[in-house]
């Protein structure tokens, strides 16, 4: 027996199948998220019941594809397999992280992100399974628990159609169940706003409030609704930061987390919450969410992009060459090499000359373009020394010339993601392209398995990763001198230094040496905001914006370094530059 349900709510039930009645053996795939973000991960949970006398084996290949209302063939794809198995008399429960496509046919009607499921068990027939979402780039990607979305889904959905444009208008959010929640950060990552309960938070595994707080200084906002004045950040095991008592909203890192008003019946402001939700993660309605700023942000002014700069086409020399093909081809070798009486020798030097061209241009291909490529990266760093993590945004972009393969395995596990780019002759992902894209990502021995349209030869691609790090680097303030000294714990050495003190005072140093100390001397708001500006202008408009936004924090420092790893990709790609802005609090 197979059922396959479109419209359960705080999960999506992809299969339910029974293998063998009589001893209850089956197999259930469940979506912990009843809607498909449009870019990042889908969290899916496998539970297996094995009642047999034999090992059961089963692998499940999934395909996140966008579909446009023509079925275009630019409609691209991801695709990742896993392997899951139970052994006889036992039962088995699997997580995964599925890696979902991002979508840049972002057409006004009819775009679908779809999530198609193959399952296969040996012994038994195979099994498929789909769920789908209509996309909107003017609305975030939330999910909430059943408690804010069983009263308040309709109302907000109603007031979402009222206030539409366009006939594309998705569900406000999609629910959850927060005793089945992935305790793996990446498997939120896609998703912008999440809403629930305090008594929804405080039933949260551990692992899955770590893996959320994880996703929230990542970018992401945490909605906590309550009804209980004695909550706080504190009692919630959120923040125990002085600046967070008595707060209803605090900044964590890239993202914030909210405490608010939860009427007694459940029901939300209709108004108040959809124009709260509407401003999105990035709280600027020009780019109101994530998804919209891959879709534009790095196809504007991306200074990574300016700084790699432009490639010419040498057309003139590629004219030459195949005018010369024509003339040598024909009348050449018609009159002089197989002239009258001598036919035959066509048979001959028709296929040398020919391939004597393809040779000399693929020579010409090869000397212009090169073998691998080059690129530039720039990496925002924030350091949260109480949790020994560093929390990782990374930028980069590539211009590849020949490339003699196209898997690569990145050196952390992380969330990767194309970004569209500009339009020209060389960029492969661009906002409503017609060419279509195919990519493979899988769990590797470190992180990420990638293969397939990531990199293309002779094309130019741009990048996002997130990443969590686990990290014991820190900057430390001694407290036993006058003026400020301040020591490193990095492995590797940091450039300038700033820090803003508690009391308002600014301070810098020129450098700062690994396992070093440095007394600091006095600076200004005025000196750091000018050469702060000079980094964060380095990444997309999106990122700067929250770069300039942790700058009023008073305790951090911002230092500037290329000596710190970056996550790593493909490897025949030369990096030209690697700038890392680190930031965090300083620890006393």
Known sequence: MLLTFSNIKAQHQLIRKVYDTKTDTWVQVTA????????????????????????LDLSLNFTSEEQTYSRSESDSQMGSSFKCSCAAGQRETYDLIVPINTLFNNVTYGTNSELNMVLKCTGFETITANMSKVTNEQWPAIIASKAIYTPNASSINGKSMASSTSGNTPDFAGSFDPKNMPTDWRGYMGQEIIMLTSNDWLDLDPGARTAILDWNRLGGRLLIYTSSTSDSFASLQIDNSENAKGAKTISRSMGSASLLHLPSSGRLDVDKTYNMLKRGSTGNPSSPTDYHGLLYNFSRNWPLHQILGSKHFNIVLFII??????????????????????????????????????????????????????????????????????????????????????????????????????????????????????????????????????????????????????????????PQTDTPMISSTFDYDLGPIYYHAADGSWWQASALARGNSVTLTPSSAKDFKKWLNEQANLFSSSHAKKIKKLANEPGRFFTLTENAPATETYKPIKWLSTKTLITGKISQ
């Open 321 to 478: 060459i195949l005018v010369a093909f024509g003339v040598l081809i024909g009348p050449i070798n018609l009159f002089v090499f197989a002239k009258s009486g001598k036919r035959h020798k066509l048979f001959i030097t028709t296929p040398i000359i020919s391939l004597g061209t393809s040779a000399l241009l693929v020579i010409l291909i090869l000397f212009q373009d090169g073998f691998g490529g080059k690129g530039h990266r720039v990496v925002l760093m924030d350091i949260q020394a109480q949790e020994n993590k560093a929390y990782i945004i990374q930028e980069q972009v590539a211009r590849t010339g020949v490339l003699m393969g196209t898997s690569f395995e990145t050196s952390e596990p992380t969330m990767m993601t194309p970004v569209a780019l500009s339009s020209s002759r060389w960029a492969r992902v661009v906002t409503n392209s017609n060419v279509s894209a195919s990519y493979v990502a899988n769990d590797g021995e470190k992180g990420l398995s990638a293969s397939g349209d990531w990199f293309q030869s002779r094309s130019v691609h741009g990048h996002l990763l997130k990443t969590v790090r686990s990290t014991r680097g820190r900057i430390e303030l001694s």
């Open 32 to 55: 912990l998220f009843d809607t498909l973000p449009s870019y990042g991960y889908m969290p899916i949970r496998v539970e297996i019941n094995n009642a047999t006398k034999i090992d």
